[in-house]
């Protein structure tokens, strides 16, 4: 429990999301109109906050988030939602009731490695994080529109903290929306690193025990709210009226 009010839980998840939104576009992860994160709300569990459709990441500010419900009804905000966006968050949001924020982008290195339809492994420290703790949804049927595609994305996440969609991108949760921001920012730097480890040689695997140990000391909620942390501090900092 945290020892806030509801209102005052809202307000620092709608805080959280402005300025994870924020962070994603000073990390070059916008593109475009793609991109999405989410916050359950703390009073009406089967509704959650958005990033409004065609806003770019940089501009959004704690008032501009929309409150959407199950089927996708904006109750509160001015704006549209990413129908993709809304598929995808609500199964998971739905399948996972513990998760109170997901992540998804369009970013570069999320999306390359993504075309290679593979996990993770475990090939610096940081990666460490997600081993044994990430999957891969190994399918890829166009924009996900679908009821049942956005299912099918949920159940393979399964009870992890991320998943690979293939020839797509990256999706992470959390039980804050700093856990999934961190995660995000973690998995999409840790793509990028095998990346560039594998275009010049065959990176040496850290073995399965001394993996798991590394995940249990940094794969903690507890360490990614504690990463987040100084991100986000700096970025208010920076850009004060995401507050707004």
């Given at each position: 429990?945290?020892?806030?009010?509801?209102?005052?839980?809202?307000?620092?998840?709608?805080?959280?999301?402005?300025?994870?939104?924020?962070?994603f576009?000073?990390?070059?992860?916008?593109?475009?109109?793609?991109?999405?994160?989410?916050?359950?709300?703390?009073?009406?569990?089967?509704?959650?906050?958005?990033?409004?459709?065609?806003?770019?990441?940089?501009?959004?500010?704690?008032?501009?988030?929309?409150?959407?419900?199950?089927?996708?009804?904006?109750?509160?905000?001015?704006?549209?939602?990413?129908?993709?966006?809304?598929?995808?968050?609500?199964?998971?949001?739905?399948?996972?009731?513990?998760?109170?924020?997901?992540?998804?982008?369009?970013?570069?290195?999320?999306?390359?490695?993504?075309?290679?339809?593979?996990?993770?492994?475990?090939?610096?420290?940081?990666?460490?994080?997600?081993?044994?703790?990430?999957?891969?949804?190994?399918?890829?049927?166009?924009?996900?529109?679908?009821?049942?595609?956005?299912?099918?994305?949920?159940?393979a996440?399964?009870?992890?903290k991320?998943?690979?969609?293939?020839?797509?991108?990256?999706?992470?949760?959390?039980?804050?929306?700093?856990?999934?921001?961190?995660w995000?920012?973690?998995?999409?730097?840790?793509?990028?690193?095998?990346l560039?480890?594998?275009?010049?040689?065959r990176?040496?695997?850290?073995?399965?025990?001394?993996?798991?140990?590394?995940?249990?000391?940094?794969?903690?909620?507890?360490?990614?709210?504690?990463?987040?942390?100084?991100?986000?501090?700096?970025?208010?900092?920076?850009?004060?009226?995401?507050?707004?």
């Amino acid at each position: 429990m945290t020892g806030l009010t509801p209102a005052q839980e809202r307000l620092r998840r709608q805080r959280q999301l402005a300025a994870t939104c924020r962070l994603f576009a000073r990390y070059g992860f916008d593109e475009g109109a793609g991109g999405h994160v989410t916050a359950r709300d703390p009073e009406e569990p089967d509704r959650f906050w958005i990033n409004p459709f065609g806003m770019h990441f940089g501009h959004v500010r704690v008032s501009d988030l929309l409150l959407v419900d199950a089927a996708g009804a904006v109750l509160a905000g001015s704006g549209r939602i990413n129908p993709a966006g809304y598929v995808i968050h609500s199964h998971v949001h739905a399948a996972r009731p513990e998760v109170v924020a997901a992540a998804h982008t369009h970013s570069t290195h999320g999306r390359a490695w993504s075309a290679l339809g593979r996990p993770l492994d475990p090939i610096t420290q940081d990666a460490c994080a997600f081993y044994d703790d990430h999957t891969v949804f190994d399918d890829y049927t166009g924009v996900v529109l679908a009821d049942e595609e956005g299912k099918r994305i949920a159940d393979a996440l399964g009870e992890a903290k991320a998943v690979v969609l293939r020839n797509h991108g990256l999706l992470t949760v959390g039980a804050s929306v700093a856990e999934a921001a961190w995660w995000f920012i973690a998995m999409d730097r840790s793509c990028q690193v095998q990346l560039l480890a594998e275009a010049a040689g065959r990176p040496v695997l850290i073995g399965a025990a001394e993996a798991a140990e590394t995940r249990r000391t940094i794969g903690t909620p507890a360490i990614a709210r504690l990463n987040f942390r100084p991100l986000y501090t700096d970025i208010v900092r920076a850009q004060p009226d995401l507050l707004d």
